[in-house]
């Protein structure tokens, strides 16, 4: 080992000793790629390769001095070329020590910048043969500016730098020498190792120190950037924390100051509601349970609104209020006969129930259906029981409703689901017994999204119904004490199981004569109301309203009639208007002035006898009507054909008459050959319209025998009946209606079944007057009214006799 | 011979280094800037009723090779520890006792007589004694190992 040392600027001078450090020319050395310690800077060094920890313990029982030099080439560590810079430290061991995982930590100080002269043995370790390079010094203006203007821009990056100490600022203001300033920035600096080692290799300080400069700059740009972003960021996650905070303190000082925060009066205000409410023990404890979900729910939740809402439901229904029942049966009749004409039948149940629930409270409210075409009042008699009864009234039409939601309501799970419309006409009426009208009852559907219908047999079971169940709410509500009242045009498409739940009650339509009075007592104001008119204004004859009933209008209600009436209120109303002055009266003469032509012709006026044409009697939904069997015969063969949209029924039952004119040839005094090579059809007039039942009987066999005897038929008399192949004749339904469609018609003389007999209680006096009713049990006897100058042979009938 | 004095220096940088090994595998650490190579021994400071205790922890030293001097309310420590491990082969696994010179630079926080300082060495323990007082010197003292 050579024995030529190089002197460096450590020296020692303890007591009477004096001990220059110097560096052997020969060191071990140790090559990294990571780091690089400058002169007179402590710093550790971390070395795992076994070669150079061998080179550290043998540096370790020397003189503790080793170079350390960077390798060009970083990455892999395993086969990694050796490439040295020329420049590198020689340090100073102070301490070694073992790390856990066998590694070897030095802590050691940089002596001196060394050149790398040649590398003198590669095994075991690297070893080398090193010349000095001594410190540049310099004192010139340009190095005390640069030297200012880095210290400058150092303490910035040590203000702003998160890993620096701020210690180390004040360390920088006691180096002194320019050299070793630029030495500890830069390794203080986090700077790619090319970098550092190009601080290293510039010995000359001046331009040693110009480099720093831009480095610091750049690093300064670096942290404040960095700095920028983490302050942006932070702020953004502080901002959701600041309102948190200060929603806090907000909370604390309102209840400093006795005051309550705005979610807290809420709950408040929640729970004082619930107390009023009155609800039932199941009601309540769902309430109390939704409330205090809601107190612990943050209000930005979705959840929040959901729940709020349920329980402002929960809150606004009238669970125990109810409005007093005026029970004055009197004054209800009086109320019922203000707003409604005749009806008398409706106004007789309606006081029953008035006069039961003054006897009894408790008992349970009817179910009434109204039955009846079109308007005949069936809604307005529901309002105006409501008003009898002096209670609130709420309608809902059920009409195209196929959808069980409807009824009671979604489930809270789905969103925006409400209550049905049950409970929401309820909360609208605000009492728990109100008159709740359910309209068109008749056109409920049903489809994939259930039965409306069957959710109705709950709502409309007296039994059931003080335990209704809502979907929405999902706790019971008491409709026992809601007077439901239904209307229906017919009651065919009502199922079963619920028209088994309601007393049915008929409104039929109304004869002229109602009508006339309904028009003078009710449409004629009201039109003249709706359109402005003072009554000396408007004024219309009884005759004039009469032929707007007879000519205008066909119907079993008093809708049209009301639309006509109104019609020449806004004729008189423009008249008016225009500044004509002279008083307007509707006249039966000028009728057709306000409303055109005549509309409806009776079709009897236009009729005579004839032969094969038979009047018959029907029943629809919009009140009865009278209608024509026509039949021809031509040549042809035993076929029948029958058009005009005949049902089965119907088809059926002119067969039946057919076979029973056949059968019956010689005492009907038919030619025998009448059929055999004969067609017969047989039309049902208005073919458009789809007829079925079983009344037409009795018509059609009337116009097979006027045609196959030629004697005419009256004109002016009209019949119903089913038939029976034994000539027997049977009751039907809807005698009212048909009779008085009979009496629209012009036609005073109709022919009933006898077992119908009982159905004319139903038919007005004043009706029954102006008509004459034949009452027949058999065919035969409906040949005899009916067939001009022809009396049938009778004989040979056993039943006869019973009449 | 009267030993040089430096300027007072309060900020100990052993004591920076000290921080360093706790942060050794820190990812950060700053590089600490040291213009001796002289190590630190261990030092006890403490003051009694009377007087104020020095102690360093200094084995295998020869006393003439240790200077002490006062001046100015710092105590001064210098000297150098000749003895070296006997040079044969060795595998080292830990190496933390220093050698060669040393130096300690200790603030005295009070009065102390300038004409009464002792320092002794035993048993590897250099113990040195300032009797606190009124009196008061601006000279530097030295202070003899007994």
Redesign the interface.
């Known amino acids: 080992m050579s024995e030529t040392k190089i002197k460096t600027n450590?020296i020692?001078?303890?007591?009477?000793?004096k001990?220059e450090?110097e560096i052997p020319q020969d060191l071990p050395l140790l090559p990294v790629t990571n780091t690089i310690v400058?002169p007179?800077?402590?710093?550790?060094l971390v070395i795992t390769d076994e070669r150079n920890m061998a080179m550290?313990?043998e540096a370790?029982?020397q003189r503790k001095m080793i170079g350390v030099f960077v390798n060009k080439v970083t990455g892999d560590e395993e086969n990694r070329p050796l490439d040295l810079y020329d420049v590198g430290v020689a340090v100073?061991?102070?301490?070694?020590?073992?790390l856990p995982d066998g590694s070897m930590?030095l802590?050691v100080?940089g002596?001196s910048r060394i050149r790398l002269q040649e590398i003198t043995q590669k095994e075991p370790f690297l070893r080398g043969r090193i010349s000095a390079i001594p410190e540049e010094t310099g004192k010139s203006v340009r190095i005390q500016a640069l030297v200012r203007e880095i210290e400058e821009l150092f303490q910035q990056v040590v203000s702003i730098s998160p890993?620096?100490?701020d210690?180390?600022g004040?360390?920088i203001a006691?180096?002194d020498n320019p050299s070793?300033l630029t030495d500890?920035i830069a390794?203080?600096l986090k700077m790619e190792i090319h970098e550092l080692q190009s601080v290293l290799s510039t010995l000359n300080v001046e331009k040693r120190l110009v480099k720093l400069l831009t480095i610091l700059n750049k690093e300064l740009e670096l942290l404040k950037l960095g700095s920028k972003i983490q302050s942006e960021v932070r702020s953004r996650i502080e901002e959701g924390q600041r309102e948190y905070l200060l929603r806090e303190q907000m909370k604390a000082i309102q209840k400093e100051l006795g005051e309550k925060d705005e979610r807290t009066a809420e709950i408040d205000e929640l729970k004082g509601r619930i107390e009023e409410a009155g609800m039932p023990v199941e009601a309540r404890e769902a309430a109390e349970k939704e409330l205090d979900r809601l107190s612990r729910m943050p209000p930005q939740a979705a959840e929040y609104t959901v729940s709020r809402t349920y329980l402002d439901w929960l809150i606004s229904l009238p669970w125990n209020r109810k409005t007093d029942d005026r029970i004055d049966v009197v004054q209800a009749k009086t109320i019922l006969d203000e707003d409604h004409y005749d009806l008398d039948d409706v106004k007789d149940r309606i006081l029953e129930f008035l006069a039961v629930r003054k006897l009894r409270e408790t008992s349970k409210g009817p179910i009434l259906c109204f039955v009846g075409p079109p308007g005949v009042g069936k809604t307005s008699l529901g309002k105006s029981i409501a008003r009898a009864m002096g209670r609130k009234f709420i309608r809902y039409s059920l009409g195209g409703m196929r959808d069980e939601a409807e009824i009671r309501g979604h489930r809270r799970t789905y969103i925006g689901s409400l209550p049905g419309r049950i409970v929401q006409g309820i909360k609208k009426a605000g009492a728990n017994n109100p008159v709740f009208m359910l309209d068109e009852i008749d056109k409920v559907g049903a489809d994939f999204r259930g039965d409306p219908a069957s959710a109705l047999l709950e709502v409309l079971d007296p039994e059931q119904n003080n335990t209704f169940s809502d979907h929405y709410l999902e706790v019971p509500f008491d409709l026992s004490n809601v007077m439901f009242i239904t209307t229906a045009n017919v009651l065919d498409t009502i199922p079963g199981p619920l028209l088994d739940r309601m007393e049915v009650i008929r409104i039929p339509g109304y004869i002229e004569e109602d009508k006339l009075q309904i028009a003078k007592k009710y449409l004629i104001p009201r039109q003249r109301e709706e359109n402005g008119l003072k009554t000396a204004q408007f004024r219309i004859s009884d005759r004039a309203v009469r032929r707007i009933i007879s000519e205008y209008t066909r119907e079993a209600g008093v809708r049209n009639l009301e639309r006509e009436i109104g019609t020449c209120c806004r004729k008189v109303a423009r008249q008016i208007a225009e500044g004509e002055t002279g008083r307007m009266a509707v006249t039966p003469d000028n009728v057709p002035q306000f409303l055109g032509p005549r509309r409806f012709f009776s079709e009897v006026a236009q009729r005579r006898d004839e032969v094969g044409v038979a009047t018959g009697l029907a029943w629809t939904p919009v009140g009865g009507q009278i209608l024509f069997v026509e039949s021809t015969v031509m040549s042809g063969g035993k076929g029948m054909l029958l058009t005009g949209q005949l049902g089965d029924v119907m088809k059926e039952s002119a067969q039946a008459a057919l076979s029973y004119i056949r059968s019956n040839t010689g005492r009907l005094g038919l030619t025998g050959d009448f059929y055999d090579k004969k067609d017969v059809h047989v039309h049902v007039p208005e073919g458009a319209t789809p007829k079925d039942g079983p009344s037409a009987g009795v018509t059609m066999a009337t116009s097979l025998v006027s045609l196959f005897s030629g004697y005419p038929v009256k004109h002016d008399v009209a019949m119903t009946g089913e038939i029976t192949l034994q000539g027997r004749i049977l009751p039907v339904g809807g005698i009212k209606e048909k009779v008085l469609a009979a009496l629209r018609s012009g036609i005073r003389n109709v022919i009933l079944p006898k077992l119908n007999e009982k159905d004319l209680a139903e038919i007005p006096e004043n009706v029954r007057s102006k008509m004459t009713f034949y009452f027949v049990e058999w065919l035969d006897e409906v040949f005899d009214l009916t067939l001009k100058k022809r009396k049938l042979k009778t004989q040979g009938i056993p039943q006869k006799g019973n009449e | 011979?009267k030993?040089?004095i430096h300027k007072a220096h309060f900020?100990p940088?052993e004591e920076?280094?000290d921080f360093?090994?706790s942060s050794?595998f820190g990812a950060?650490?700053?590089?600490?800037?040291?213009?001796?190579?002289?190590?630190r021994p261990a030092t006890d400071v403490y003051e009694t009723e009377d007087c104020f205790v020095v102690i360093l922890e200094l084995a295998q030293i020869d006393p003439?090779?240790?200077?002490i001097t006062f001046h100015d309310g710092l105590l001064l420590i210098?000297?150098?520890r000749k003895t070296m491990p006997p040079?044969e082969?060795?595998?080292?696994?830990?190496?933390?006792i220093?050698y060669?010179?040393?130096?300690q630079k200790i603030p005295i926080p009070g009065d102390v007589d300038t004409d009464n300082l002792s320092a002794q060495y035993n048993n590897g323990f250099l113990e040195i004694r300032l009797d606190k007082t009124r009196t008061f010197s601006v000279n530097t003292i030295n202070i003899k190992v007994e």
């Open positions: 450590f020692h001078q303890p007591g009477n000793y001990e450090v400058f007179y800077v402590v710093a550790p550290v313990n370790l029982s100073f061991i102070l301490k070694m020590f073992r930590g802590m100080q002596l890993i620096l100490p210690e180390l004040q360390a006691n180096v070793r500890l390794s203080n | 011979m030993p040089k900020r940088l920076e280094m360093f090994f050794f950060s650490y700053p590089s600490i800037y040291r213009k001796e190579l002289a190590w003439r090779d240790v200077a210098r000297g150098i040079p082969p060795r595998r080292y696994h830990k190496m933390e220093n060669g010179p040393f130096e």
